[in-house]
């Protein structure tokens, strides 16, 4: 099906034929939800093993009683578990509680009322902080940016990462911008992993910013591969430290999609400066996290071996459900000018561009033939996607039998969607 060689008659009989599978599809009464990445139960039974392994020991490897309070950056056990994931030194870690998102709205926040290097830092002081934020991209960073009343520039996610002629560019005009979301490896929705150069590019940022400007790297899928050799992540911290930038990042990371997703351990990773910023705001509002849980992860994942054989059984379970949904899309629109989409080797999404004008009508179809999809424009700043065409498929939690019902949905969806935007 090529609409841009279609006559009208052409049109309004595809429109015809699609209208009559569409309604055979609501019949079937359908309620599979493809909105949310979120582990499944088959995954969350992974760490079942986490309950009782302590087994009365509350001991640390250091002496401390994980039962008491105390301890505001976490324990060592736990630094060293999430030094692993961010690759990075267990002493320029914070472990926390189950969210990272929770860490990043914490470090936006300080940063914005009390700023990370002393009260001149403060965002609050400028005339209107910004953030860049690259789209397609993350619903959950511009909610933190809302809420914070920080404005929100876009720049394209490119087939390497962010597009970074348009940030640096922004940079150097605009000493209001403080922030950059970057998600660099397997990119919410997109599954991109950023390039050398571009991480490179990334790292030299401090260098033209405004010294409180901070990059959020939330590395929330550094293990989530799904194929034997995956694409390598050059090391921000590592090329920040030739660059003298280290201040510039400030990297996060959990377990929430590696053992239970709502008791997991999640991280923080930055420069001395910056975690002592970070930690002489966070002792008001606590007096140290859940260390009786840091110490069942750190036990539960003692090495790099146990971390990769744990990985190795999700994997396992997300690939088929990965490669049904890039087989119905190879399938339907492999050849035709419906859409395009990117093949992720890891993460827990899928990308989908539909026509434009088109995304939030096939969102509105697949939901009234029982398809849930996540919302078009969530995947940009204000929930609005300018060229209405992103669609963010997450696949984990139907089984791969749901998955292939899912996507002979959303295949008639879209191509009907498409086929009345034309003929509009």
């Keep these: 099906m090529q609409l841009d060689q279609a006559t009208p008659e052409q049109l309004r009989q595809w429109e015809a034929e699609l209208t009559t599978s569409y309604q055979d599809l609501q019949n079937l009464s359908l309620n599979l939800d493809l909105t949310r990445g979120k582990p499944s139960a ?87 902080p910004k953030f860049i934020c690259p789209v397609p991209g993350y619903d959950r960073h511009y909610t933190v940016c809302e809420q914070l009343g920080i404005k929100m520039i876009t720049v394209p996610m490119l087939s390497t990462g962010p597009d970074m002629d348009k940030v640096e560019a922004l940079i150097k005009a605009d000493s209001d ?78 377990t929430s999609k590696i053992t239970h997703a709502g008791a997991g351990v999640a991280f923080m990773g930055g420069s001395a400066a910056n975690l002592a910023g970070f930690k002489s705001a966070l002792g008001t509002c606590t007096i140290g996290p859940d260390k009786v849980n840091q110490l069942r992860h750190a036990l539960f994942l003692p090495d790099d071996a146990a971390l990769a054989a744990h990985m190795k059984k999700h994997a396992d379970i997300i690939q088929p459900r990965f490669n049904c949904v890039l087989e119905n899309l190879e399938n339907a629109f492999s050849g035709t000018d419906l859409g395009a989409w990117e093949t992720p080797v890891g993460g827990y999404f899928i990308s989908f561009d539909t026509q434009p ?16 999809l996540t919302p078009a424009g969530a995947t940009f700043p204000y929930g609005n996607d300018p060229e209405d065409r992103n669609i963010r498929l997450a696949p984990t939690v139907p089984s791969v039998e749901e998955v292939d019902q899912a996507m002979k949905v959303f295949e008639v969806c879209v191509k009907l969607a498409s086929v009345r935007a034309r003929l509009a």
């Design 42 to 128: 088959e995954q969350l039974s992974l760490s079942d093993k986490l309950d009782g392994i302590l087994n009365g020991n509350y001991t640390a490897a250091d002496g401390t009683d994980v039962r008491n309070y105390g301890g505001l950056d976490g324990i060592e056990d736990a630094k060293q578990l999430g030094a692993r994931i961010l690759q990075v030194a267990p002493n320029e870690v914070l472990a926390g509680g189950n969210s990272s998102l929770t860490l990043m709205f914490q470090a936006a926040s300080f940063a914005y009322e009390f700023g990370l290097n002393g009260a001149d830092s403060a965002w609050k002081n400028l005339s209107e």
């Design 357 to 372: 004008g088109c995304a939030k009508a096939v969102v509105k179809l697949a939901a009234e033939a029982g398809v849930k």
């Design 177 to 254: 911008i403080v922030g950059m979301w970057c998600v660099p490896k397997y990119s919410n929705p997109t599954g991109v992993v950023y390039s050398d150069e571009t991480v490179s590019r990334i790292a030299q940022l401090g260098k033209i910013a405004n010294p409180a400007f901070r990059v959020f790297w939330d590395n929330a899928y550094a293990v989530h591969d799904l194929v034997e050799n995956p694409p390598a992540l050059t090391n921000i911290a590592d090329v920040c430290r030739q660059q003298g930038t280290e201040d510039s990042v400030l990297q996060f990371a959990s």
